[in-house]
Nanobody
Framework: QVQLVESGGGLVQAGGSLRLSCAASGSIFSVAYMGWYRQAPGKQRELVATITAGGSTNYADSVKGRFTISRDNAKNTVYLQMISLKPEDTAVYYC??????????????WGQGTQVTVSS
């Protein structure tokens, strides 16, 4: 069993910054990748950023140059540093982790979501 706990969301003014965290715990053998998705009201969930176990990153065009994804392998934690936030960044942000459990099963796991609201 794998659990993801997200934190760091909140209300911020346009141009401000936030740092999201997602910690994975449970019966984890190894983590293949970690990432962030977001879903704005009335829109489909979309990829924001991913990072592989080897450190390779990928970003949506809309956040390149403003968001940075990173990880702490020792803590099984992924972060999303967001700067120069825009109102269009407003969404629920979901952590996603691909992991192998100690039972030998590989699955994708989702966090509960954290609200990011950018005013103005």
């Amino acid at each position: 069993q794998v659990q993801l706990v997200e934190s760091g969301g909140g209300l911020v003014q346009a141009g401000g910054s936030l740092r999201l965290s997602c910690a994975a715990s449970g019966s984890i053998f190894s983590v293949a990748y970690m990432g962030w998705y977001r879903q704005a009201p009335g829109k489909q969930r979309e990829l924001v950023a991913t990072i592989t176990a080897g450190g390779s990153t990928n970003y949506a065009d809309s956040v390149k140059g403003r968001f940075t994804i990173s990880r702490d392998n020792a803590k099984n934690t992924v972060y999303l540093q967001m700067i120069s936030l825009k109102p269009e960044d407003t969404a629920v942000y979901y952590c996603n982790v691909g992991a192998m459990t100690t039972a030998g099963d590989f699955s994708r796991y989702w966090g509960q979501g954290t609200q990011v609201t950018v005013s103005s």
